[in-house]
């Protein structure tokens, strides 16, 4: 007597009792790190957003936003970190293409090495580059100390690091990596018969760049440039250490409150507005590279 191949496909009851396991397994390994990730990140974020509920009067309401709101310092605050995260990642591109194209196309001894150099200046906190400026441009450092020897003035004429001047100039220099290093990599996967190809026909080093080299480097640049952009709007080691007088950010504006003022709703609300505009920013590039197809 023949079986019936559709009885054949039915799943005996006790495969689906061993199959079971198969597929709860994956479940189980996600748990650990889900729940190791709700303890040391999520619960710790949840206590920010309820504590910027919470005014010093008690109760829960929404005054601690109507007050932070409608300072002046949060105002100014928010225009601060914008335009120093909008300019230094605008730096940040220009500069970072440029020298990533020297180092990919323009040969020179030590082009390898200075490529090895990025990976390993990737690791460097930003507070290390911004003492390092200080040596250099301080008020007291080597070009206001060569400055006094010469002529013989009081102090020297670089005073621009505790300006926003500065800030600027110690994002730029500590994030133009973040934007080279995905330039190298895109860099080192284009066609080299293409550029060949393109000189041959009397294309000059202009014209080969910018209608052979950036249409390729066009998804690294925008990997790199909203990488910068988030990381400059939290940055505040580098504001802290040039010691600015007048550059307050969102991050500094949260020291400030809840250090200096204790003022920990205040500090929150700040704390959950940066988040927001962090993830919002982050969410939005996801949605340009996808349809670029980057």
Do not use: H
């Not at 303890?39 to 005014?55: D, G, H, N, T």
């Not at 910068?228 to 040039?242: A, D, K, M, Q």
């Not at 600015?244 to 700040?270: F, H, N, R, W």
């Amino acid at each position: 007597m023949a079986s019936n191949p559709a009885l054949q496909a039915v799943p005996t009851r006790s495969a689906l009792r061993n199959d079971r396991p198969q597929r709860l397994r994956p479940l189980l390994w996600t748990l650990p790190p889900t729940a190791a990730l709700a303890l040391f990140f999520l619960y710790p974020l949840a206590l920010v957003v309820q504590q910027s509920f919470r005014p010093d009067s008690g109760g829960t309401s929404v005054r601690p936003y109507a007050d932070v709101f409608a300072s002046e310092a949060f105002r100014n605050a928010l225009w601060t970190t914008v335009w120093l995260a909008v300019a230094s990642t605008v730096g940040c591109l220009v500069l970072g293409f440029l020298l990533a194209l020297v180092i990919a196309f323009v040969p020179f001894p030590g082009a390898k090495a200075v490529a090895r150099f990025i990976d390993v200046f990737l690791s460097f906190p930003s507070f290390l580059i911004t003492l390092a400026l200080l040596f250099i441009y301080g008020s007291v450092g080597m070009a206001n100390g060569v400055w006094t020897d010469v002529t013989g003035a009081a102090e020297g004429p670089f005073q621009f690091l505790t300006t926003p001047w500065g800030v600027l100039l110690a994002e730029i220099t500590y994030f133009t990596p973040f934007v080279m290093r995905p330039l190298l990599a895109a860099f080192s996967q284009l066609d080299t018969a293409q550029l060949e190809a393109a000189s041959s026909l009397g294309a000059r080093a202009p014209r080969i760049v910018r209608q052979v080299i950036l249409p390729e480097a066009l998804p690294a640049l925008a990997a790199g440039g909203s990488l910068v952009l988030v990381l400059c709007l939290n940055e505040f080691g580098i504001v802290l250490f040039t010691g600015a007088k007048g550059v307050t950010t969102l991050p500094m504006l949260v020291y400030s409150k809840a250090i200096l003022e204790s003022d920990y709703p205040g500090a929150c609300v700040v704390a959950v507005v940066n988040v927001l505009i962090s993830v919002g920013l982050y969410g939005l590039y996801r949605v340009v590279s996808r349809r670029a197809g980057a």
